[in-house]
């Protein structure tokens, strides 16, 4: 086998772009789609809001925000569970 370096600098963009900004159409359509619908005021559409503006923060833990802006920020365990499964989003 031939000898192979791997490459010195990687363009991200390049590897990225294409799938991100199809992901971002996506979500925006999802999000006309449920304002048509008159379902806007759900809170985990409001969480996914809340999530969007954090992506324009000149910050390098955006992933890590918009993953704790889906969270349950409550330290304590509760009681009993009030359903079972997951929801994706905390409703206060």
Known sequence: M????????VNLVDLGFMDSR????????FLDRVQRAGQDDDFRVHA???AIALLSLDEPE??????LSFSD???EPVEKAT???AIGAFKA
């Open 2 to 9: 031939p000898d192979w370096t791997p490459p010195t600098s």
């Open 22 to 29: 199809s992901k971002l159409i996506d979500l925006a359509a």
């Open 48 to 50: 996914l809001k809340n």
């Open 62 to 67: 955006r992933a890590r925000e918009v993953l």
């Open 73 to 75: 920020p409550s330290a």
């Open 83 to 85: 359903m079972q499964g």
